[in-house]
């Protein structure tokens, strides 16, 4: 049995300055993004294992949150200037599912300010390790959302797509092939490591890969600096299921270490 652990001790290594700070609690996605705040939340290990057996929840009336960040980190980095543009687009776009019915058209564009989604996004993906991390992607995330100048991540590109479900899953560091379909199509392409952060209505990936099942690439629209505008389309004609990408036939996984503290989670049900 794995046992999620959201709560380091009060002090401790910032998961993302690196500093021994006080540590603060960190909503994932931040607060006043989320759709459901009563949840009951699962280990993705348990959640990637299916419905074998019994299965375990944790129970939270104010959603997924994680205290692995310094409040400097989770307040001024990201909650003053990034956090509020992710919850922004979060609304925007799901205002325009609401209205789609007016709108003939295939894909919707957003207004919003790719970078400062990106800043988030890493951010909270770096948070959401439980410990701090040390991996080489960790590295990197941590290099991007540290690095006010840096506006586009390095070897890193984000890819979006439109999430219309009740259920948030963060998942960080699992290997997937580059190609789904059969044996013959993952090895063709080798794999790629990735990160997941979905909730309604969009779910993001992080990934070393330069494309991934034609996503819209949110990373191409961050421009050269933090405020650029862009409007970034999102496409309606095709919706993807709640568990892709990480589950399906046509897939496999390979978890790393960050793997551990990843999270399933849905509004929790009446009977329990
Ligand atoms: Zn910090």
């Known amino acids: ?8 001790e009060q ?5 993302i300055c ?19 705040n009563d949840i009951e939340q699962e280990s993705i290990f348990q959640y990637l294992a299916g419905s074998n057996g019994e299965r375990r929840y944790q129970f939270s009336q104010n959603g997924v949150k994680y205290r692995t960040i310094c409040s400097n980190c ?3 980095l990201l909650g003053a200037k990034a956090d509020p543009v992710l919850n922004e687009l979060a609304a925007d776009v799901m205002l325009m599912i609401k209205t789609r019915l007016t709108l003939p058209q295939a894909t919707i564009h957003v207004k919003t300010k790719p970078a400062l989604i990106c800043k988030s996004l890493l951010g909270h993906m770096l948070s959401a390790t439980g410990d701090f991390g040390m991996s080489k992607i960790d590295d990197r995330y941590r290099e991007y959302v540290l690095d006010e100048a840096m506006i586009i991540p ?5 890819f979006y797509w439109i999430y219309p479900y009740m259920s948030l899953k963060v998942i960080r560091d ?4 580059r190609y789904r379909g059969e044996w013959s199509d993952f090895s063709r392409g080798g794999v790629g490591m990735f990160s997941i952060l979905k909730y309604p209505p969009v779910g993001y990936l992080a990934t070393d890969l330069n494309e991934y099942e034609g996503l819209h690439e949110l990373t191409q629209y961050c421009g050269s600096s933090l405020d650029d505008e862009a409007e970034i389309p999102f496409r309606l004609d095709v919706i993807q299921p709640e568990y892709w990408p990480e589950a399906g036939e046509d897939n496999f996984v ?12 849905r509004p929790r049900s009446k009977r329990k």
């Open 174 to 177: 699992i290997a997937m092939p």
């Open 11 to 15: 002090t401790g290594k910032c998961n």
């Open 18 to 36: 690196g500093k021994i700070e006080k540590l603060t609690w960190d909503h994932v996605p931040p607060k006043g993004g989320q759709a459901f």
């Open 254 to 265: 390979m978890g790393g270490e960050g793997l551990g503290n990843g999270v399933s989670a």
């Open 154 to 158: 390095k070897g890193i590109k984000v």
């Open 74 to 76: 989770n307040n001024a």
């Open 1 to 8: 049995m794995h046992y999620l652990k959201f709560k380091r």
